[in-house]
């Protein structure tokens, strides 16, 4: 049985639509999950020099502060992860999450636009209620300049 090939030969292009497409949809995929990658409110952190870099094993807990500008004042928003808590009630759901896993960490996103009482504030509520250690979140200075604020 023989087979009988056009007379053109066979064609050796490379279609690029269909790898055009893959890419399109891995970009989208992309753009979509990398928001939802940040663990706990986004907040604008205050930048350091040479922050202490440590891995993100997803147990431990974001307590974010984010800042709200109301005419001359500024009002404050809790989220411990995602969710809205208000002051009062924050003391409790901490302690409800140190008792489920008393080895948990805490990480305080403080907004830099705050002042220093409004952070000292949640500070104490975290130490009120059981954490020893409150890690503050930093970002890294990558202008190379001196930060104003430290």
Do not use: W
């Amino acid at each position: 049985m023989a087979m009988q090939v056009g007379g053109k030969g066979f064609n050796a292009a490379i279609n690029v639509t269909p790898m055009v497409d893959v890419m399109l949809v891995l970009l989208i995929i992309f753009m979509v999950i990398t928001p939802m990658l940040q663990r706990g409110k986004a907040v604008m952190l205050p930048t350091t020099r040479q922050p202490d870099k440590q891995p993100d094993d997803g147990k431990d807990l974001i307590l974010s502060v984010e800042y709200i500008r109301r005419g001359a004042g500024f009002e404050t928003n809790l989220y411990l992860g995602q969710n809205p808590v208000d002051a009062n009630g924050l003391r409790t759901r901490l302690q409800d999450e140190l008792r489920k896993d008393p080895s948990q960490e805490i990480y305080l996103k403080g907004d830099t636009r705050l002042n220093y009482g409004a952070i000292r504030e949640v500070m104490e509520i975290c130490h009120q209620a059981g954490f020893t250690q409150v890690k503050l979140a930093t970002e890294e200075d990558k202008s190379g300049e001196k930060s104003e604020k430290g």
